[in-house]
């Protein structure tokens, strides 16, 4: 599949040496959090991701030829057990993920703009708790999921005012359902 890499990403992976990352931005009641894989705070796209260097860990990206729906497994340790309260309290089913690879200069500047090479949302969050901190499990899946989903819809009334209030056009659906038409008498 062809990938729309900018130029100056190009550049810095035909080069002798290379300096990858990868970056997450997960959405929450409050706002986004956004980390990458290193140390230190970096810059992408006027956002500050924090660095969570061995802390955090992200599961393969699957792809496929086929029209599936792929998850993802992320994971951060060491999180203190003040934070572990507000990770459970949060309404987090459904909010946006989404997973950047992107490339740093010598001088630790983010190199044009990332790639995003996964957008979903998120499904479970699991927390293990150890004995002075905790491991949070994030699993997120892909957007194509909702291609799964049934969709159901009803030709009445209600179901119409969903989309259309005031609309009158079902409310004689009921009547015509045994009404004899004489066609040509």
Not at 148 to 174: C, H, L, M, N, S
Request: proline residues 3%; negative net charge; hydrophobic residues 35%.
């Amino acid at each position: 599949m062809a990938r729309d890499l900018s130029s100056g990403v190009v550049s810095h992976i035909t080069a002798s040496s290379l300096r990858p990352f990868i970056a997450v931005e997960i959405e929450f009641e409050d706002g986004f959090t956004r980390a990458w894989g290193g140390y230190g705070a970096i810059e992408i796209d006027g956002n500050e991701y924090l660095g969570v260097g061995t802390l955090g860990s992200i599961g393969s990206i699957a792809e496929s030829t086929q029209n599936q729906a792929t998850g993802l497994q992320l994971q951060l340790s060491g999180v203190p057990f003040e934070l572990i309260a507000s990770a459970l309290n949060e309404q987090y089913q459904g909010n946006a993920c989404n997973v950047y690879f992107g490339v740093l200069t010598e001088e630790h500047i983010v190199v044009a703009s990332p790639y995003k090479i996964f957008s979903g949302r998120i499904d479970t969050m699991q927390v293990q708790e150890q004995s002075e901190s905790a491991t949070i499990s994030v699993s997120v899946e892909s957007r194509m999921i909702d291609l799964e989903k049934p969709r159901v819809r009803r030709y009445t009334p209600q179901d119409q005012a969903i989309d259309f209030t005031g609309d009158k056009g079902f409310d004689y659906v009921t009547s015509l359902q045994e009404v004899e038409i004489k066609w040509g008498a």
